[in-house]
């Protein structure tokens, strides 16, 4: 009974230990996608030109807006260069160049507004390109 007991402890204890390791700040944990098939998105720099590029497919009953944002981060955070709106259709797409400074790092971030028939929206996730030293 007291070896039972002991085992049991010890079970509640690894039980509370991996809740509180898969809580922590370093990963994220987000639920599966509700109407969204894809999303993506890119960024290149190149001869101080910054080629955007995103994309995202929702399921037929549903339309899908693709948000993208070029960012540039200063010693303050990330601020928004430019912004593009792809159509909102079942395929949303944004393909876009714009001239950079020199200096800084850009990412993409990207955020795909999911709608149902009624217009309503069912899911925003967003997404962040690789990061471009230029």
């Not at 922590?24 to 098939?37: N, Y």
């Not at 399921?59 to 960012?71: A, R």
Request: hydrophobic content about 40%; aromatic content about 12%.
């Amino acid at each position: 009974m007291k070896k039972l007991f002991v085992l049991s402890i010890f079970f509640i204890l690894l039980m509370v230990f991996t809740i509180t390791v898969n809580a922590s700040d370093e990963f994220e944990i987000s639920p599966m996608f509700i109407a969204l098939k894809t999303h993506t998105n890119n960024l290149d720099i190149e001869d101080n030109i910054a080629t955007c590029i995103g994309s995202a497919m929702c399921l037929n009953s549903h339309s899908v807006q693709l948000t993208l944002y070029l960012e540039r981060y200063t010693g303050n955070g990330w601020t928004t260069v430019r912004r593009w709106d792809g159509d909102k259709d079942m395929y949303s797409y944004v393909n876009e160049t714009i001239t950079v400074s020199s200096g800084y790092n850009y990412r993409v971030k990207s955020i795909a507004t999911v709608y149902d028939k009624n217009n309503k929206v069912v899911e925003a996730p967003f997404l962040y390109s690789n990061l471009v030293i230029n």
